[in-house]
């Protein structure tokens, strides 16, 4: 359940996971992955420059001793979901939330990198 580097940014894979959205302004980026039936101690972030990582690991359930599997629709084990964002980030000012099932992520530009609007002196 893994995907290389991400280099569409429109294109969706129903494989992917975990799903996630991504969207970005001037100063920051924002990804929001669904990450149901995972809990935060098994999700690892990671991020180096422009490329974010998230992995980790959705737990089978515990099924009891003698039981037979009649559908089996929801895949369990390892992951890991790897994103190149629209610039490079600040790893000291990244901050990762979670809540009911969605993992929320901040991810600042440094402030030297950011576009900066330059005044146009008359004459």
Known sequence: ???????????????????????????????VAQVPGVAPEDIEITVK????????????????????WHRRERSFG?????????FVVDPSQVEARFTNGVLTIALQRPEAQRPRRIAIKAG
Not at 7 to 27: G, Q, V
Not at 49 to 68: E, F, M, N, S
């Open 1 to 31: 359940m893994g995907e290389a580097l991400d280099r569409n940014p429109f294109r969706t894979t129903a494989s992917a996971f975990p799903p996630l959205n991504l969207w970005h302004n001037e100063a920051a980026v924002a990804v």
């Open 49 to 68: 420059d422009d490329v974010l990582a998230i992995a980790g690991q959705r737990r089978p359930p515990d099924v009891p001793q003698g039981a037979v």
């Open 78 to 86: 390892r992951f890991t979901r790897v994103v190149r964002l629209p």
